[in-house]
């Protein structure tokens, strides 16, 4: 499968600053882009759906305006989240998807995020 | 107070007996179905799919079996590793490109 890396796999911040996790594609052009959360012993819910060039697609209950995404080319995403708070401190993983058939998604390997 | 997702189903198994993990999914459109498995701090790592138009699949030491009169997934892994526990999740999506939805987990513990 397709190989994509997040960046940086671990951040600490304090609160009320913000935090820029980058997701690339390293063998593929993913012309969508999923970002999820996970919380400790709970499943992945999805944040956002990114598309190449055009504004991502957020999910009920998430804040558009408190985490940014970015997909400005078919081998990155970015997710800024803005004003960071402890209750923001969780795992963030992205996908990328548009392989053969358009089924499949490929994860990368999380980040944690740490708000003091 | 505890909220919904705070305990994972857990499954204890022997090191080389078989596990059997189920998923009820909820979208009876659903026409394609995925487990991943997800170890501490990591990514959830692609196991099987299997799309709506089939019952059965086997991969290496896996087999997803799926119902959708009842809507019902299960994953089985033969000969259970102690390499193999981890958390366990079925996904699925209604349209390909579409977004995927996770079920709760499952933990799976391989007791030497």
């Known amino acids: 499968g397709a190989v994509v890396s997040q960046h940086p796999s671990w951040v600490i911040c304090k609160s009320g600053t913000s935090v820029k996790i980058e997701c690339r594609s390293l063998?593929?052009?993913?012309?969508?882009m999923f970002w999820y959360r996970q919380f400790p012993k709970q499943s992945l819910m999805l944040m956002a759906t990114s598309n190449e060039g055009s504004k991502a697609t957020y999910e009920q209950g998430v804040e558009k305006d408190k985490f940014l995404i970015n997909h400005a080319s078919l081998t990155l995403s970015t997710l800024t989240v803005t004003s960071a708070h402890p209750e923001d401190s969780s795992f963030y993983i992205c996908?990328?998807?548009?392989?053969?058939?358009?089924?499949?998604?490929?994860f990368g390997p999380g980040t944690r995020l740490t708000v003091t | 107070g505890e909220s919904v997702g705070l305990h994972l189903p857990t499954l204890s198994v022997q090191e080389g007996d078989n596990s059997i993990i189920n998923c009820a999914y909820s979208?009876?459109?659903?026409?394609?179905f995925i487990w991943y498995k997800q170890e501490s701090g990591k990514g959830p790592q692609f196991i099987i799919d299997?799309?709506?138009?089939?019952d059965k699949r086997q991969g290496q030491r896996v087999t997803v079996l799926l119902n959708k009169t009842v809507k019902h997934l299960s994953l089985q892994i033969a000969a259970t590793q102690p390499g193999d526990s981890a958390v366990y999740f079925c996904a699925e999506m209604w349209a390909a490109g579409n977004k995927l939805t996770f079920g709760g987990g499952t933990r799976v513990l391989v007791k030497p």
């Open positions: 299997i799309r709506s138009n089939m």
């Open positions: 063998d593929f052009q993913a012309t969508t």
């Open positions: 979208n009876s459109a659903s026409d394609y």
């Open positions: 996908s990328a998807g548009g392989g053969q058939g358009g089924y499949e998604q490929y």
